[in-house]
């Protein structure tokens, strides 16, 4: 008999759910590709029922690619991967007025503006819809892909073809021979509705947003379900092209409209922050009427050549910020906190709610981020709470109701052993997160990284996702990174096929060994990346991988640098953006025997491609300059950025393997050094020649 979803605790509902997907999944490739049902209507709605059941009692268990948020297949296994020309970059957000106020500060100290010249903004409504990229060559259609992890999408091409609002051939004149239009698929609110209306008459789950649907319906295999759900595209910007025809990103947008594609009329151009502001408000007050879904508005500095030289931080550019809109907010009661632990072995407090709808989404948890905002926020067991859903997505206790707290309600202690291992859970000095010091031996932190080594960012099996590793880890096939790719060696000789595990079949597992053996060969900086290891996100990945080139350099230099006063060690700390908690991280993971064992197992399993620099045609490229001194004519942030966007590395310090040095007035030890060390040194004027400026 079936355990009542009612019963269930989030532990028993995630691995239901698990099942409910696969054998919802294995009956869909049967009806829709197959043409061979193996369930009778009814049965298989009883599935999709208790699975919805189920994502309405815990919500976090909802994904983008589950069968409530979709029609038919999975079908990101018909798309192949495409590279972006050009990164489709994400943006950085601002919440509060004075946040778009230090945004447009910023760009004045980066571009060393005077207080007077006024930097005019582009101001535009975000669209909550999925991201994508269009290139056109010589006029015509050629390739849709898109976000994905902004350095990789999946290619959409067909489905784009059906969308109305994305011209085959570009109209108009004066398009460039390689134009990468960029923009937002959308549904609108009108178009969802009958969606749903649709869904309901066919006795099928509803969609959740238009979002989702937008998203379901571009990655459907069959492109004539694509053009049967009126998706829409508004255009917000380019990637790469061969030629400009405007020196302003408002006269780019103009031109872009006259080339046949949809810009968004709410689009101001503003030359104060009370402007933008104004129009972040006045397009507030319409959100609601639009017939479409905004999370905010979007600000770029309108000139190109600033653009240019702003460039970009991280996976955003420094030119653009997206100012979003106040959440949602709801009260309810907290009737107890739970604590979960993190890959990291970071312990975090998370409330457990009565549930309540908060932007039209139904919550049972949300954050408490760590032990001192319990303190601050005076959290307790039983207390009523105020609920928002911080940038309309994660859902965070913002206050207590105090006038409604229970008489017994207790102050909440905080555990300082690990409730998965029993481990002791301490706090560094300047931490406001607890963490487990169990390491490998933590169930949940070994579980954690082999979901994190999957996700996207890092190795991106398909058809491999958390709740694959998190099924294969409970059926002990996988205990190490490594394990993974020798699935199919261990599938040989199992006693329990995976083929004949619910929700397998033969094609599923030969195509997700295909994917696997898929990723045998991964670049350096995402190898970096998967490990998991502290402090090293994408961002800090791509810089040590850029600094090192290859895995056996980056090996031998960990080994080396564990001497704090060798060269190797001083070396590391001179990669600029990389200070000393982010090498104390790598050098506590690469100084433990049990994570080297790791690494090299996994080595003997995957290839790990060299880093390639920027292929840029410069004198500088792959070469380590040090700016000292005082540079008059820019700032230093953009005199680093410009060097780095060609090609070069900078360091903080002078040393044998710097190559040149940029001195302004003002120079002292470093220009001493340089000049001790033969090192070539130029002036300010020197470089902006050589930069190009």
Same mark, same amino acid.
């Given at each position: 008999?079936?355990?009542?979803?009612?019963?269930?605790?989030?532990?028993?509902?995630?691995?239901?759910?698990?099942?409910?997907?696969?054998?919802?999944?294995?009956?869909?490739?049967?009806?829709?590709?197959?043409?061979?049902?193996?369930?009778?209507?009814?049965?298989?709605?009883?599935?999709?029922?208790?699975?919805?059941?189920?994502?309405?009692?815990?919500?976090?268990?909802?994904?983008?690619?589950?069968?409530?948020?979709?029609?038919?297949?999975?079908?990101? #296994?018909?798309?192949?991967?495409?590279?972006?020309?050009?990164?489709?970059?994400?943006?950085?957000?601002?919440?509060?007025?004075?946040?778009?106020?230090?945004?447009?500060?910023?760009?004045?100290?980066?571009?060393?503006?005077?207080?007077?010249?006024?930097?005019?903004?582009?101001?535009?409504?975000?669209?909550?819809?999925?991201?994508?990229?269009?290139?056109?060559?010589?006029?015509?259609?050629?390739?849709?892909?898109?976000?994905?992890?902004?350095?990789?999408?999946?290619?959409?091409?067909?489905?784009?073809?059906?969308?109305?609002?994305?011209?085959?051939?570009?109209?108009?004149?004066?398009?460039?021979?390689?134009?990468?239009?960029?923009?937002?698929?959308?549904?609108?609110?009108?178009?969802?509705?009958?969606?749903?209306?649709?869904?309901?008459?066919?006795?099928?789950?509803?969609?959740?947003?238009?979002?989702?649907?937008?998203?379901?319906?571009?990655?459907?295999?069959?492109?004539?379900?694509?053009?049967?759900?009126?998706?829409?595209?508004?255009?917000?910007?380019?990637?790469?092209?061969?030629?400009?025809?405007?020196?302003?990103?408002?006269?780019?947008?103009?031109?872009?409209?006259?080339?046949?594609?949809?810009?968004?009329?709410?689009?101001?151009?503003?030359?104060?922050?009370?402007?933008?502001?104004?129009?972040?408000?006045?397009?507030?007050?319409?959100?609601?009427?639009?017939?479409?879904?905004?999370?905010?508005?979007?600000?770029?500095?309108?000139?190109?050549?600033?653009?240019?030289?702003?460039?970009?931080?991280?996976?955003?550019?420094?030119?653009?910020?997206?100012?979003?809109?106040?959440?949602?907010?709801?009260?309810?009661?907290?009737?107890?906190?739970?604590?979960?632990?993190?890959?990291?072995?970071?312990?975090?407090?998370?409330?457990?709610?009565?549930?309540?709808?908060?932007?039209?989404?139904?919550?049972?948890?949300?954050?408490?981020?760590?032990?001192?905002?319990?303190?601050?926020?005076?959290?307790?067991?039983?207390?009523?709470?105020?609920?928002?859903?911080?940038?309309?997505?994660?859902?965070?206790?913002?206050?207590?109701?105090?006038?409604?707290?229970?008489?017994?309600?207790?102050?909440?202690?905080?555990?300082?052993?690990?409730?998965?291992?029993?481990?002791?859970?301490?706090?560094?000095?300047?931490?406001?997160?607890?963490?487990?010091?169990?390491?490998?031996?933590?169930?949940?932190?070994?579980?954690?990284?082999?979901?994190?080594?999957?996700?996207?960012?890092?190795?991106?099996?398909?058809?491999?996702?958390?709740?694959?590793?998190?099924?294969?880890?409970?059926?002990?096939?996988?205990?190490?990174?490594?394990?993974?790719?020798?699935?199919?060696?261990?599938?040989?000789?199992?006693?329990?096929?995976?083929?004949?595990?619910?929700?397998?079949?033969?094609?599923?597992?030969?195509?997700?060994?295909?994917?696997?053996?898929?990723?045998?060969?991964?670049?350096?900086?995402?190898?970096?990346?998967?490990?998991?290891?502290?402090?090293?996100?994408?961002?800090? #990945?791509?810089?040590?991988?850029?600094?090192?080139?290859?895995?056996?350099?980056?090996?031998?230099?960990?080994?080396?640098?564990?001497?704090?006063?060798?060269?190797?060690?001083?070396?590391?700390?001179?990669?600029?953006?990389?200070?000393?908690?982010?090498?104390?991280?790598?050098?506590?993971?690469?100084?433990?025997?049990?994570?080297?064992?790791?690494?090299?197992?996994?080595?003997?399993?995957?290839?790990?491609?060299?880093?390639?620099?920027?292929?840029?045609?410069?004198?500088?490229?792959?070469?380590?300059?040090?700016?000292?001194?005082?540079?008059?004519?820019?700032?230093?942030?953009?005199?680093?950025?410009?060097?780095?966007?060609?090609?070069?590395?900078?360091?903080?310090?002078?040393?044998?393997?710097?190559?040149?040095?940029?001195?302004?007035?003002?120079?002292?030890?470093?220009?001493?050094?340089?000049?001790?060390?033969?090192?070539?040194?130029?002036?300010?004027?020197?470089?902006?020649?050589?930069?190009?400026?």
């Amino acid at each position: 008999m079936e355990q009542p979803v009612e019963d269930m605790t989030l532990e028993e509902a995630g691995a239901e759910h698990e099942r409910l997907v696969g054998e919802i999944r294995r009956n869909d490739e049967l009806y829709y590709n197959r043409d061979a049902p193996a369930l009778s209507d009814a049965d298989y709605d009883a599935l999709r029922k208790r699975l919805l059941a189920i994502e309405a009692k815990y919500p976090e268990l909802i994904t983008p690619d589950s069968p409530s948020q979709k029609v038919g297949t999975a079908p990101s #296994a018909g798309f192949s991967k495409v590279r972006h020309a050009l990164p489709m970059l994400s943006l950085n957000n601002a919440f509060e007025d004075g946040d778009v106020q230090d945004f447009i500060d910023r760009v004045r100290r980066f571009l060393g503006l005077p207080a007077e010249q006024a930097v005019e903004i582009l101001a535009e409504p975000k669209i909550d819809g999925l991201s994508c990229s269009v290139r056109y060559e010589k006029g015509k259609l050629v390739l849709a892909a898109t976000r994905g992890d902004g350095q990789e999408g999946e290619d959409v091409t067909a489905n784009v073809r059906t969308i109305d609002d994305i011209p085959n051939t570009l109209t108009g004149k004066g398009w460039p021979e390689v134009f990468e239009v960029r923009g937002e698929i959308y549904m609108t609110k009108p178009d969802f509705l009958k969606l749903n209306e649709v869904q309901e008459a066919a006795g099928k789950a509803r969609y959740a947003n238009p979002r989702n649907s937008a998203a379901g319906s571009l990655r459907q295999l069959d492109s004539e379900i694509t053009r049967s759900r009126r998706l829409r595209f508004f255009a917000w910007g380019w990637g790469e092209v061969s030629a400009t025809s405007s020196e302003r990103q408002s006269g780019m947008m103009a031109q872009i409209a006259s080339w046949g594609f949809v810009v968004n009329p709410e689009l101001e151009v503003c030359d104060s922050v009370e402007q933008a502001l104004g129009v972040y408000h006045r397009i507030g007050e319409i959100r609601a009427s639009l017939p479409y879904d905004i999370d905010g508005v979007v600000y770029k500095v309108d000139r190109l050549d600033w653009q240019e030289r702003l460039g970009m931080v991280s996976r955003a550019p420094r030119w653009a910020i997206a100012h979003k809109f106040p959440a949602e907010q709801a009260q309810t009661v907290l009737h107890n906190i739970d604590i979960q632990v993190g890959r990291t072995g970071a312990l975090t407090p998370v409330a457990k709610l009565e549930p309540v709808t908060v932007g039209g989404v139904v919550v049972q948890n949300a954050t408490l981020h760590n032990e001192d905002e319990i303190r601050r926020k005076d959290i307790r067991e039983g207390d009523t709470v105020i609920i928002q859903r911080a940038g309309d997505v994660i859902p965070q206790v913002v206050a207590v109701v105090i006038d409604k707290r229970p008489r017994d309600a207790k102050e909440f202690e905080f555990p300082t052993v690990c409730p998965v291992c029993g481990s002791h859970a301490e706090r560094e000095e300047g931490e406001a997160v607890r963490r487990c010091t169990g390491g490998l031996i933590c169930e949940a932190q070994r579980k954690e990284r082999l979901r994190h080594f999957v996700s996207r960012d890092a190795f991106d099996i398909e058809g491999l996702g958390e709740k694959q590793i998190a099924a294969f880890w409970h059926d002990r096939r996988i205990d190490s990174p490594a394990d993974i790719f020798r699935l199919a060696e261990i599938e040989k000789t199992s006693d329990r096929p995976l083929e004949a595990t619910e929700g397998w079949g033969k094609t599923s597992v030969a195509n997700l060994f295909a994917a696997i053996d898929a990723r045998r060969h991964i670049g350096l900086d995402r190898f970096l990346y998967a490990l998991g290891i502290r402090h090293i996100g994408q961002e800090n #990945a791509r810089l040590l991988a850029r600094h090192y080139l290859t895995m056996a350099a980056l090996k031998e230099a960990m080994a080396a640098a564990q001497d704090p006063e060798s060269e190797a060690r001083r070396d590391l700390l001179d990669i600029d953006g990389i200070g000393p908690k982010v090498a104390a991280a790598l050098l506590d993971f690469f100084g433990e025997a049990l994570n080297l064992a790791v690494v090299d197992d996994l080595l003997s399993e995957v290839t790990v491609t060299d880093f390639e620099p920027p292929r840029m045609d410069t004198s500088i490229a792959g070469k380590t300059l040090v700016f000292t001194g005082t540079l008059e004519k820019m700032s230093r942030d953009e005199a680093k950025a410009r060097a780095q966007a060609m090609g070069a590395k900078v360091a903080g310090s002078v040393s044998k393997k710097t190559d040149l040095v940029i001195a302004g007035p003002g120079a002292g030890s470093k220009l001493a050094q340089a000049q001790a060390l033969g090192v070539v040194v130029i002036d300010e004027d020197a470089w902006i020649e050589m930069a190009g400026l």
